[in-house]
């Protein structure tokens, strides 16, 4: 069978787009590997009708919405290889299975990179975070700490004044804050600790202590950190998609206005392709994305004007 469009990833930006494409009447598959970016997280933050609920629950209702249009099918697969052939692609799954689609949409968000430190992984998504808007409200009125250097790092800590009056600039040994930024910062109560980080102390995804080089450590009960992101896979290259750099990582894909990478008939959505990852975003995008990816089927079917025309 050729499905009309194939959607890689079954998060919140993958989900959105399968939910247009399926009430246009698209054959579509959904090939989730079931790795979300915020599984980690106990709840979502800041997402109408779904804040402070657990991430799962956004997907367990999106795959039950998709059960309603039996035009789209949902696959929990990982793609291991992709590669165009005449009018559309082939993608081999991890289990032996091969899917060709007229259209891809690539939604599989992106891999996160916080700093390698002892003690993060188990507090990664709780009190250890990379997005103020994602967790500030629960650490609201907390001791917080920022973990980064220059002008980044008074960026984010100064973020976070918006949560707390107590705030911590961690520099890591790194002496890149000139006197402005040192006065800026003391101006808006931020208290700069040029000491090295070595690890983080905590249980249960809660932070209790930060610890320093010199054996002391800090009292903190959440810490803001960089976390680039990455390509979780050589998909997108694999199908001629190319990438862009951007502030939160490198290797975010290059998309026009209307979602399309630079290989034709392969969309993108969610995370995968923003400058500014986030889950309201990525549900806007994926449906988006659909909508344009159901119009680009048009046109081959019936010489619909695409892309449209104002």
């Known amino acids: 069978m050729e499905w009309e469009c194939a959607v890689i990833g079954g998060g919140a930006a993958g989900l959105s787009g399968a939910l247009v494409l399926g ?4 054959t579509t598959i959904v090939v989730d590997a079931d790795d979300p970016s915020n599984r980690a997280a106990p709840a979502i933050g800041g997402l109408l009708g779904f804040d402070q609920r657990p991430p799962d629950a956004l997907y367990a209702t999106g795959r039950a919405e ?3 249009y039996p035009s789209v099918e949902y696959r929990r697969a990982e793609v291991t290889r992709g590669r165009a052939v005449d009018n559309g692609y082939l993608l081999d799954l991890a289990d032996g299975a091969t899917i060709s689609a007229k259209r891809v949409l690539l939604a599989s968000g992106m891999a996160y ?6 003690g993060l992984e188990e507090l990664w ?5 990379q997005c103020p808007f994602c967790h500030g409200w629960e650490m609201r009125d907390k001791p917080l700490a920022a973990l980064a250097s220059g002008s980044q790092g008074v960026h984010m800590a100064l973020m976070l004044r918006g949560w707390t009056d107590d705030v911590v600039l961690l520099t ?6 000139s006197l402005d930024d040192r006065r800026v910062l003391q101006a808006s109560g931020v208290e700069v600790d040029d000491r090295r980080v070595v690890g983080l102390i905590g249980a249960d995804g809660a932070l209790t202590e930060i610890a320093f080089a010199d054996g002391t450590r800090l009292t903190r009960q959440g810490l803001l950190v960089e976390a680039p992101v990455r390509q979780r896979s050589p998909l997108a290259a694999e199908l001629g998609a190319t990438c862009t750099p951007g502030p939160l990582g490198t290797e975010p894909l290059a998309v026009d206005t209307i979602h399309r990478t ?3 008939g392969v969309f993108a ?9 986030h889950i309201a975003g990525a549900i806007a995008s994926g449906s988006q994305a659909a909508m344009i990816i159901v119009q680009s089927l048009l046109a081959d079917e019936f010489g619909l004007p695409y892309p449209p025309v104002d």
């Open 172 to 177: 890591d040994g790194r002496s890149e804050l």
């Open 125 to 129: 998504g709780r009190s250890v975070f």
């Open 269 to 277: 959505a969610g995370d995968v392709c923003t400058q500014q990852p």
């Open 23 to 26: 009430r246009a009447r698209r």
């Open 66 to 68: 998709l059960a309603a």
């Open 262 to 264: 630079s290989a034709h």
């Open 113 to 118: 990179c916080p700093p390698s430190l002892p």
